[in-house]
């Protein structure tokens, strides 16, 4: 594959002119050297400096260059780059260096005409290949580093899940896991060592999923089969309560169905989730977008940590709990949507959020005391927005029959920030 260089006006050294590219990031794959274009062979040939993972060093063997594995923690590797500037340098990667791997830390660090990438197919685009899949009808999930629930928003039928595993571990635990959710069924193939001369490719069904030599690099291909009774995460908003851990102190699904909307999420946005209880709401607001985030701001330690829980099991989102409002506010980002299930009527606890809100931002707070009544009206008349009052009827045994039990209704305002 040709290399790729990027010119960019915008983006600069910070020494009048863009440099000429001075880092290499090379794509390795399981075949090493003999997989590398010409264009790859001749920057290593050229590097002054190599890094890269021990597996990759292995791979690529000898080089005219100083070979530096990375440091640990991993998080020091990118100084050690830097310092290099100027210099012949080259890192090597893991195939596609921008199919979750290193490119974009590099590329927010470095300048675009400073860096050349020579990048090979992706193990995802390997993994389609070797399954006949079409990649654009795949779910592509990593859970190299990342918690396992990651997967379990795309456990959804007839899904095809493509998967990078953390280590050998990870086929096994995906299988018990899809099995304890009733998709025994489903087919899971390991693909290993993907593109080597070691390469192997085996398939099982998740309940009787029995391989016990597995190499670390492997990749996860999940064809899901979801029987009758089993436990799919729904797509839409207002989740029955029976999916959260909680003390009773939740908001009830179809309440919640209503919150989300009024929030109006959008993808990349962070919802502050003040009174959090289970966390239901932040939760649901990080389901409707991957990059979506919320900090949940509960004073209690059995709702932290249930929270914590929900947040997990629910898809492994982008939720942090942090201590009770309003003195939780100092020093947490500005968000960009607030939800104040509980507290409205504390001191300070409204205008804390508000100030943080974001302009253009919006506010729901949702009421079912007198109190809580007094306070949203008299912010409606400061502030303006919108007022609605939710009222739900449940069906309940009543002796031999049955009859409508009301639920306490809540009160809902919505405003937006100037």
């Known amino acids: 594959m040709s290399p790729v260089t990027l010119e960019n006006p915008n983006l600069s050294s910070g020494a009048g002119e863009a440099q000429a590219p001075w880092l290499s990031l090379i794509g390795l794959g399981e075949d090493g050297p003999s997989g590398l274009c010409e264009q790859a062979k001749a920057a290593l040939a050229e590097a002054e400096i190599v890094f890269g993972g021990e597996r990759h060093i292995a791979l690529v063997g000898s080089v005219p260059g100083e070979l530096r594995p990375w440091p640990q ?84 039928p007839q899904a095809r899940i493509l998967a990078l595993s953390w280590d050998e571990t990870t086929p096994r635990a995906v299988a018990e896991l899809m099995t304890a959710r009733g998709m025994g069924a489903s087919r899971i193939t390991v693909l290993e060592s993907l593109g080597g001369p070691q390469e192997r490719i085996r398939e099982t069904r998740a309940d009787a999923f029995a391989f016990d030599d597995i190499v670390p690099l492997n990749m996860i291909a999940v064809a899901v089969d979801a029987g009758r009774d089993a436990r799919v995460l729904p797509l839409a908003p207002g989740l029955d309560e029976e999916w959260f851990a909680h003390d009773g102190q939740i908001t009830k699904s179809e309440v919640r169905a209503i919150t989300i909307s009024a929030l109006a999420p959008r993808a990349g946005e962070l919802l502050w989730d003040v009174g959090a209880g289970s966390g239901s709401v932040g939760i649901e607001w990080c389901q409707r977008h991957p990059r979506n985030a919320a900090i949940a701001f509960e004073s209690k330690a059995e709702r932290i940590e249930r929270i914590t829980r929900n947040s997990l099991e629910l898809g492994g989102l982008s939720v942090k709990v942090t201590g009770a409002a309003p003195e939780g506010f100092a020093g947490q ?67 031999g029959k049955h009859g409508w039990r009301p639920a306490m209704p809540v009160t809902q305002w919505r405003v937006e920030k100037p």
């Open 333 to 399: 980002p500005s968000p960009d949507a607030v939800f104040i299930g509980g507290g409205l009527t504390v001191e300070g606890l409204f205008e804390g959020a508000w100030a943080a809100l974001k302009p253009g931002g919006r506010l729901v707070a949702n009421v079912v005391t007198l109190e809580g009544e007094a306070k949203l009206a008299a912010l409606h008349a400061l502030h303006g927005g919108s007022l609605r009052r939710i009222a739900i009827d449940r069906l309940v045994p009543v002796g």
């Open 73 to 156: 923690p991993f998080r020091n590797a990118l100084p050690q780059i830097l310092a290099e500037r100027g210099r012949k340098v080259c890192v090597l990667a893991t195939s596609d260096p921008f199919h979750y791997g290193i490119g974009n830390s590099l590329s927010r660090a470095i300048p675009a005409a400073e860096m050349r990438i020579i990048p090979q197919s992706s193990s995802f685009s390997m993994a389609c290949t070797r399954m006949r899949w079409p990649q654009e009808e795949c779910a592509l999930v990593s859970l190299h580093g990342r918690t396992l629930y990651r997967i379990v928003p795309h456990l959804q």
